[in-house]
């Protein structure tokens, strides 16, 4: 009979819980960071020739490699470039492909597991999330990895990035210190629904 009535209040416990966090008021982004984080991030596309410090740099890799991955595989490779070191990679694709970010990340899937873009792309939204709140900009690309990838002629590239047997190139993300604040884009809120 004890447990029983532990049991009841434990339950009308958690009902009156539940009902309270329905009824609260949406969280704004001035109460919350990450949300305020989120929604102040842009894409930038002009930035400043100085590269991201490698400790930064090592604090969004470590929020990257934190993203939720499929069974823990962590399916993914990351290559870090210093553009001013490696002009080459400039140098080989159409001017400006890179946007002048003066720090590029490679992020390559394996290609065996299914999951593995998907992975991939929560481990960038980490890492671009990570650099806005620390006031680093970025610029997601899919345009000069697929041209690597996809180009013979460039395979010394891929060398240079040396990622392991088994895993492709997908995107790369730019980092660095922006010289323009862009407007926020519309965004089309019919894309989403409820389903009752």
Request: hydrophobic fraction near 45%; proline fraction near 6%.
């Amino acid at each position: 009979m004890k447990m029983f009535r532990c049991l009841l209040t434990f339950a009308l416990f958690l009902t009156a819980m539940t009902a309270c966090a329905d009824k609260k008021a949406p969280i704004s982004s001035e109460e919350n960071q990450v949300i305020k984080t989120i929604m102040e991030r842009r894409s930038v596309r002009k930035y400043a020739p100085h590269t991201v410090a490698k400790d930064t740099m090592e604090i969004i890799l470590d929020c990257g490699i934190n993203a939720p991955n499929a069974m823990n595989r962590q399916s993914w490779e990351i290559r870090v470039v210093d553009m001013n070191k490696h002009p080459e990679f400039a140098e080989a694709l159409p001017a400006g492909i890179f946007r002048g970010a003066p720090t590029m990340v490679f992020v390559a899937a394996e290609k065996a597991q299914r999951f593995s873009p998907v992975d991939c792309g929560l481990l960038g939204e980490n890492m671009i999330l990570a650099a806005q709140s620390m006031g680093v900009n970025s610029v997601v690309l899919g345009g000069p990895a697929a041209m690597i990838a996809e180009n013979p002629e460039l395979k010394y590239l891929l060398d240079t990035l040396a990622f392991s047997a088994g895993y492709e190139l997908i995107y790369c993300i730019g980092f660095g210190y922006g010289l323009e604040n862009p407007d926020a884009k519309p965004r089309m809120k019919e894309k989403y629904r409820f389903i009752d």
